[in-house]
């Protein structure tokens, strides 16, 4: 079971077609689909009238704004459930609120209370107006100590904070970290993957492609390949094994999203 656990439609604004979507992700079995941020009602409408028709296929995570006001378990469900969506995104730097705000923590209440789980997008690329500081994954390590049975995943491994991102998942059962590959940022992807090697958390991170910025099948060519990528230098080596291991993890099981 091969999943690809970061793509989005939309991107830009310009749309990107059903049928494109399901020919760039042959490459994988299954797809979680994160609703981009803006008006709530109408990117997750979309995103759900999108996946309606593909459920085998694909897992919907709608855009959430937790600071605006009070969301309840019951308001959490008519957004997602009765959707026919599987999770949560937030975007705390670009939405401008900390990760632990109060009105944050009464959203993951509800998350974890209806088996929600959520992924936190903060990065790489943020516009000037967001709030870097609140990008940060070590931010999250009061989330994770607080609702213990809520699954978290860290987007993009928290770039440009990676080493938080590892200190944070090796502390907590709870919490992942999507492992989008960048093929055009070899000595990033590089850093990211050695280093969680080393950390031993490479059991932890789950395998994306970030589409439309990165196709699977691209980015599943480019770690099977890890151990060359830079040619005959003299630097540390991962084990195919583990690679092998992070592509084909499951992230449905993982994040206890049921099929259709």
């Known amino acids: 079971m091969i999943v ?28 979680i689909v994160l609703a981009r941020r803006g008006e709530a009602d109408e990117v997750n409408e979309r995103l759900s009238e ?20 009070t969301i309840t378990a019951k308001q959490l469900n008519n957004m997602t459930r009765k959707k026919g969506l599987s999770g949560a995104v937030v975007y705390c730097a670009a939405c401008g609120f900390h990760p632990a705000h109060s009105r944050a923590m009464r959203f993951y209440e509800a998350a974890e209370e209806l088996h929600l789980p959520v992924f936190f997008h903060n990065g790489p690329v943020l516009g000037s107006d ?7 994954p070590v931010l999250l390590d009061e989330v994770a100590r607080t609702f213990r049975d809520l699954k978290i995943v860290i987007g993009d491994v928290g770039q440009p904070f990676v080493a938080q991102t590892h200190a944070v998942i090796g502390r907590h059962p709870n919490v992942y970290a999507d492992l989008t590959i960048n093929t055009g940022k070899l000595w990033e992807v590089y850093n990211a993957v050695v280093t ?30 890890f151990n ?6 003299l630097l540390p080596v991962v084990a ?21």
Request: aromatic share 8%.
């Open 4 to 31: 690809d656990c970061h793509t989005h439609i939309g991107f830009s604004g310009d749309g990107e077609g059903l049928s494109e979507y399901l020919s760039v992700s042959k490459a994988v079995e299954r797809t």
């Open 50 to 69: 999108f996946i309606k028709d593909n459920r085998q296929k694909m897992a919907g995570f709608a855009f959430v704004d937790p600071i605006p006001q």
């Open 130 to 136: 967001a709030i870097l500081e609140y990008a940060q």
């Open 196 to 225: 969680a090697y080393e950390q031993k958390v490479m059991n932890k991170l789950l395998f994306g492609s970030g589409f439309p910025l990165g196709k699977a099948d691209e980015s599943i060519e480019l770690l099977l390949g």
């Open 228 to 233: 060359k990528m830079l040619g005959e230098k």
């Open 240 to 260: 195919r094994s583990e690679i092998r291991d992070v592509i084909e993890r499951d992230a449905f099981s993982v994040l206890g999203i049921e099929g259709d």
